[in-house]
């Protein structure tokens, strides 16, 4: 048995962005991914453009949309208009082309896909690490990335990310044609969704509409949002593909590497608790989780805690605050709707949280005392 590397589970967005690094940097890695086709992925697709800077290929191919303004509206009206800083601050992408991009690429590089292989069992035998296959093919390496998703069952089994898990509920929508949305413009509503909020992403030929629910384990109830959602952006209230999904999210500082071992992406729980983003720490960490383990497996570092330590300051520190807005904003949403989105500064200050120049943060103390202090 050749000994790889660095197996990755997973040829997502940030798995597939780890095998880039990794391979460009002369390792050899193996991308483990369980489906044997690219397969829809009617999730938002939204990112800040600053995500450009972890790749030295241009990313603009993939790129549906160039967002510019987002609409916020209170049950369908109260408009708040915020125009966003900057040239090209926001993209939006389809899911299954971006990841299907960075693979062609980490591939270019030299890594190598392997699919179907579904990852059955993973062990720690001496220095190396050994995945079986369901149908019982064998490999081993020197370090694993877990990437495989919010329903990945190895961070539990080896410590890595939080002891527990917070959920947000989410349906996904994928519509064909533009109804009534305006190009470069994405919509956030608030009001509908029950302790949570609905978007609307537009693509070349599509929209791409979701609804997440932040608090409580309670199921969401998609089909009435969408019902009255749906026809307000010019579509018929039953189109579209759609897709149940429980998506980690960030819920606290906790480990995201062992021995030889790193957890990435929507597997880590890195998933922003407030606004639902998801893309910008799945590259992130991909990008940094090759970082380190480059400099692990050239004996520059005993360990991978500086993949950690560094996740921590660029993302979970900032989530850490975005949690706590969330917790308050989603319990008062009509308050938080008020106070938070109307006040004239707020669509200004979210478009440069969405655009990746803020970070949570640095709004925090402020609007949460606004919050829990002024609610009628």
Same mark, same amino acid.
């Given at each position: 048995? $050749?000994?790889?590397?660095?197996?990755?589970?997973?040829?997502?967005?940030?798995?597939?962005?780890?095998?880039?690094?990794?391979?460009?940097?002369?390792?050899?890695v193996?991308?483990?991914?369980?489906?044997s086709?690219?397969?829809?992925?009617?999730?938002?697709?939204?990112?800040?453009?600053?995500?450009?800077?972890?790749?030295?290929?241009?990313?603009?191919?993939?790129?549906?949309?160039?967002?510019?303004?987002?609409?916020f509206?209170?049950c369908?009206?109260?408009?708040?208009i915020?125009?966003?800083?900057?040239?090209?601050?926001?993209?939006?992408?389809?899911?299954?082309?971006?990841?299907?991009?960075?693979?062609?690429q980490?591939?270019?590089?030299?890594?190598?896909?392997?699919?179907?292989?579904?990852?059955?069992?993973?062990?720690?035998?001496?220095?190396?690490w050994?995945?079986?296959?369901?149908?019982?093919?064998?490999?081993?390496?020197?370090?694993?990335?877990?990437?495989?998703?919010? $329903?990945?069952?190895?961070?539990?089994?080896?410590?890595?990310?939080?002891?527990k898990?917070? @959920?947000?509920f989410?349906?996904?929508? &994928?519509?064909?044609?533009?109804g009534?949305?305006?190009?470069?413009t994405?919509?956030?509503?608030?009001?509908?969704?029950?302790?949570?909020?609905?978007?609307? *992403?537009?693509?070349?030929?599509?929209?791409?509409?979701?609804?997440?629910?932040?608090?409580?384990?309670?199921?969401?109830?998609?089909?009435?949002?969408?019902?009255?959602?749906?026809?307000?952006?010019?579509?018929?209230?039953?189109e579209?593909?759609?897709?149940?999904?429980?998506? &980690?999210?960030?819920?606290g500082?906790?480990?995201l590497?062992?021995?030889?071992?790193?957890?990435?992406?929507?597997?880590?729980?890195?998933?922003?608790?407030?606004?639902?983003?998801?893309?910008?720490?799945?590259?992130m960490?991909? @990008?940094?989780?090759?970082?380190?383990?480059?400099?692990?497996?050239?004996?520059?570092?005993?360990?991978?805690?500086?993949?950690?330590?560094?996740?921590?300051?660029?993302?979970?520190?900032?989530?850490?605050?975005?949690?706590?807005?969330?917790?308050?904003?989603?319990r008062?949403?009509?308050?938080?709707?008020?106070?938070?989105i109307? &006040?004239?500064?707020?669509?200004?200050?979210?478009?440069?949280?969405?655009?990746?120049?803020?970070? @949570?943060?640095?709004?925090?103390? $402020?609007?949460?005392r606004?919050?829990? *202090?002024?609610?009628?």
């Amino acid at each position: 048995m $050749r000994t790889k590397d660095v197996l990755i589970i997973g040829a997502g967005a940030a798995g597939s962005t780890a095998a880039f690094h990794l391979a460009k940097a002369g390792n050899n890695v193996t991308l483990l991914e369980q489906h044997s086709k690219e397969n829809l992925k009617p999730c938002g697709g939204g990112m800040a453009a600053a995500v450009q800077e972890w790749f030295p290929f241009d990313l603009m191919p993939v790129v549906d949309e160039v967002i510019n303004r987002v609409d916020f509206t209170w049950c369908l009206s109260d408009l708040v208009i915020a125009p966003l800083p900057g040239s090209s601050p926001f993209w939006i992408v389809q899911r299954e082309k971006l990841d299907s991009f960075i693979t062609e690429q980490a591939i270019n590089a030299g890594a190598e896909l392997l699919r179907p292989f579904k990852v059955t069992n993973l062990q720690k035998h001496g220095n190396y690490w050994q995945v079986t296959s369901k149908d019982g093919q064998q490999l081993e390496a020197k370090a694993v990335v877990i990437a495989d998703g919010s $329903r990945s069952p190895w961070p539990e089994m080896f410590g890595l990310g939080p002891k527990k898990q917070h @959920y947000a509920f989410t349906t996904s929508v &994928r519509l064909e044609g533009r109804g009534n949305i305006e190009k470069g413009t994405t919509k956030f509503e608030f009001g509908l969704v029950h302790h949570g909020f609905a978007w609307a *992403f537009p693509l070349a030929k599509g929209v791409n509409v979701g609804i997440g629910s932040f608090i409580g384990q309670q199921a969401l109830n998609s089909d009435a949002v969408l019902d009255k959602l749906l026809p307000s952006l010019g579509f018929d209230a039953k189109e579209g593909n759609r897709k149940d999904s429980l998506l &980690r999210v960030w819920n606290g500082h906790s480990p995201l590497n062992g021995d030889g071992i790193v957890v990435v992406g929507d597997a880590g729980s890195l998933c922003d608790p407030f606004l639902a983003e998801g893309l910008r720490p799945a590259l992130m960490s991909g @990008y940094e989780a090759a970082n380190s383990l480059n400099y692990w497996l050239k004996g520059d570092n005993k360990n991978l805690n500086d993949y950690t330590n560094k996740i921590q300051r660029e993302w979970g520190d900032s989530m850490a605050w975005g949690r706590r807005i969330s917790q308050v904003f989603y319990r008062f949403p009509k308050v938080g709707y008020q106070l938070g989105i109307k &006040r004239p500064t707020a669509p200004q200050r979210i478009a440069e949280i969405l655009s990746g120049k803020l970070g @949570y943060g640095d709004i925090a103390t $402020r609007v949460i005392r606004r919050l829990l *202090f002024k609610r009628t």
